[in-house]
């Protein structure tokens, strides 16, 4: 009897372990702030020549020291092989192979330096100290023979110790940018050959203009870069490509002239041709663009638009291995593909594309592409694109997602007052009914910009509280058109807020939110347009506005726009335009229409759109009583990077949106 009831047990015993460590293999939870701490970011797939790894860099955070830390690692291309590289405190990025697969370089600023490039033999030891450049090393590039490297170098600081603070003294028309600062002094970047035997540096262009994105010719003879050498750079956006011959001494000539700009150069196997992107405007929309992919002639000069009629913008062109087309990145309406244009019929073909966002694109030595991919419940991996199929390289993101459960995420089309079609993106919490949900329409920022079927935390985190989060491409957002983009050139704040209101319309008729407890937030230019939404309905109940602003007028000299201010609103003091500016304040100057409780956020160091927005914005409704409150975030630019920061961002939202949303219940 006893031995029968001890069988009994055991089998007992057996088959509760076995659900135990079924269920714990399957149970997942909804996401939380604290996550964070375990989401790590990949980027920069760099090919080796001989087409055995991709390099790549992975970023980590360090709670302890409430910082981010970037590492090298690499997979091999069959995806069997994964190694780290670099495991250091100060960090390493920008890997590129060296051209006979043997080297690894990166930058960092290893032993307390400047940053530098550092040489990691393939085979294994520690990474050598390659180049001591006075001044701030940009980027560079290895020369196709591998026996010398394009530097782009700033000019060099004087950094004397115990030399007395000294006042700033500003002549530049731009003269501030979020995070580089003030910019008070007269240091340019510059392009340098360094030669890896002697380890000799020597400036190969001079001068009061910057350059970037040097390109080295198949033949390594010549160098292509970035420029604008206008009378007067900063007031104008008319960057172009110059050609320089790799040798001390010579002198650049320009290759394009477009009255816009002109950038990310990529010479053609053959060296015969150059691909670029060029921008759709002459210099005077600046943000409104759309980039055109174009290819030129080395020896005329003359540009073939090879996308011009697609109407969409394109990023990051690469040569295919024949040299017979260009691939590059198309955003398409809340898509964004991989595509192909054949040179000698601008035909266009897609590679690879789909509801998912493809980023990182770079040729493989046997004619593939490997690139990034996310999906909107996968973060970022790399992957391999064969015969217009993706292949999966990487699985960095497994230990984050196999844990927890992720909004599913479906487009939806919205129809605004005035008859305009929208396109937006619908976040349903995880294993909840799709009718009569809590609503946060959170809005991006840019305005150019669009969202899509990628990893999306900050939307994921608001439906992981029970949420439905509302995307919304309203006009002005990238991937419908130029037309689309340019509708709110100089009328900000009217045709994107009758989008909005209109998806929120939509999503109440199809019984999918709740209409007394819809919210709206959004960063940046979704902070101004949460201000600007709240100013004309009432219809919401809470809001979040971060790094926004509202009275326009106040803005000019103070935040980085001063260009685009004049060429979109014209100087402020000549022909009424102050009017202009003005109109486009109405949030603040009918500061008494908004009834939403709001709560404000701002970064402290923020020269994208400075804390006075948020700050004033917050004065005008505590003055009137409506609920209000207002986080500033010591030493954060517009883009945060302390991670405790964006933890309690996250918090924030949660706690301010669950109060008005949830009445209360957390």
Sequence with gaps: MQAHNMKKLIVLSCLLSAYTLSFSQTAKRNLRPGDIYKLQSIGNPQTSPDGQWIAYTVSTIDSAKDKRNSDIWMVSWDGKQTIQLTNSTEG????????????????????????????????GGEAIKLTNVKGGLADYSWSPDGKKIALIVMDEKDTAKNKPPQPYVINKFHFKQDVSGYIYDSLRTHLYLFDVASKKTEPLTSGIYNETDAQWSPDGSKIAFVSNHTEEPDRNSNSDIWIVDAKTGASPRQFTTWAGSDNNPQWSPDGKSIAYTRSTGNGNFLMYD???????????????????????????????????????????????YIASYEVSSSQMTKIAGGDRSFSDLELHPNGSWVATMAEPQ?????????NNNTRRLTTLQNKFTDSLSFATVEKFTSKSKDGNMVSGLLFLPPNAPKQHLPLILYIHGGPVGQDEFGFDLYRQMLAARGYAVAAVNYRGSAGRGLAYTKAIYADWGHKEVLDILGAADYLVAKGIADPNRMGIGGWSYGGILTDYTIASDTRFKAASSGAGSALQLALYGVDQYTLQYENELGQPWKN???????KLSYPFLHADRIKTPTQFMAGEKDFNVPSMGSEQMYQALRSQGVPTELLIYPGQFHGFTQPSFIKDRFERYWQWFDKYLKNGNM
């Design 92 to 123: 390493e990025s920008d890997p590129q192979w060296s051209p006979d697969s043997k080297y690894l370089s990166f930058t960092s600023s290893r032993q307390g330096g400047t940053n530098q490039i550092w040489l990691l033999d393939r085979r």
């Design 290 to 336: 759309e980039p055109i992919l174009c290819v030129a002639d080395v020896a005329t000069g003359t540009p073939q638009l090879l996308s011009k009629a697609l109407d969409r913008p394109v990023y990051n062109p690469r040569w295919s291995k024949d040299g017979k087309s260009v691939a590059v990145l198309v955003a398409d309406d809340c898509q964004r």
């Design 576 to 582: 009424n335009n102050y009017q202009k500016y003005l």
């Design 378 to 386: 996968l973060p970022p991996e790399i992957y391999a694109i064969e």
